[in-house]
């Protein structure tokens, strides 16, 4: 082969590696429906480390449903069918910008892997010990979504702080609490197996979202009867320290 011919073939080369890599580039990243994806550690927001380290659009590119709070312990975060909500110190909820910030938060994207009917009149340790017990295996994380109509749910919030951060022990006894009767909504909840409770809450935690989007929180106790509860097992954890 001839010199002018060589040089036609390599640039040819190259033109198709390049016409490759932009197709690449180019093509829709295949989402992670598997793992759990974690912002901060919950040993840092126990000793106060209260300030954002990822925006809620790093968060929402990670999964469509979760749990977590904002810059400044600022209200507790519900994120539900990709979008987040904040459920504030005054029992207002909010549609939470992309820019806000995080210092903590567990998100995934929920595919219904299991249910499990929660039969009778039920309150909030019973429905977690049911769920408990049902899982296949505690040594694994579970996303779980409870929805319909419940008898009782009390929920927490608390107030945003500020620098120097107190412990959140300290937080919490500053806790706003509501009670709501007979309201419809959904429980989201976070299943984390015992030996990850320096990274996050061991066991079963809640979050509450009603369903006309106005009332939420923490969950400090449900009463419900015959609903059912969904889980979606997250082989995976992924963990966003700063």
Known sequence: ????????????????????AMLTLAAPRKQDRESLYLVGSLEDLVQGNYNGIATVGDVLSQGDIGLGTFDGLDGEMIVLDGTCYKARDDGIVQVISSDETTPFAQVSRFDIDG?????????????????????????????????????????????????????????????????????????IGL??????????????????????????????????????AEWDLTSRYVVDLE
């Not at 082969?1 to 490759?20: D, E, K, S």
């Not at 769920?131 to 040594?139: F, K, M, N, W």
């Not at 120097?164 to 706003?176: M, N």
């Open 191 to 228: 299943w984390s197996p015992p030996d990850t409770s320096v990274l996050s809450s061991a066991e079963l935690h809640f979050h509450f979202l009603s369903s006309d989007r106005t009332k939420g929180g923490h969950v400090l106790d449900a009463n419900l009867t015959d609903l059912r």
């Open 1 to 20: 082969m001839n010199r002018p011919a060589q040089i036609a073939l390599v640039l040819t080369v190259i033109a198709v590696v390049i016409a490759a």
């Open 115 to 187: 249910t499990i009917d929660l039969q009778g009149s039920l309150n909030m340790s019973s429905v977690k010990g049911l769920i408990e017990a049902a899982l296949p295996s505690s040594g694994a994380f579970y996303l779980i979504k409870i929805t319909g109509t419940f008898d009782n749910v009390t929920v927490r919030s608390v107030p945003k702080q500020a620098a120097p951060y107190p412990p959140l022990a300290e937080v919490i006894e500053k806790q706003t609490v509501f009670d709501y009767d007979g309201i419809d909504g959904i429980l």
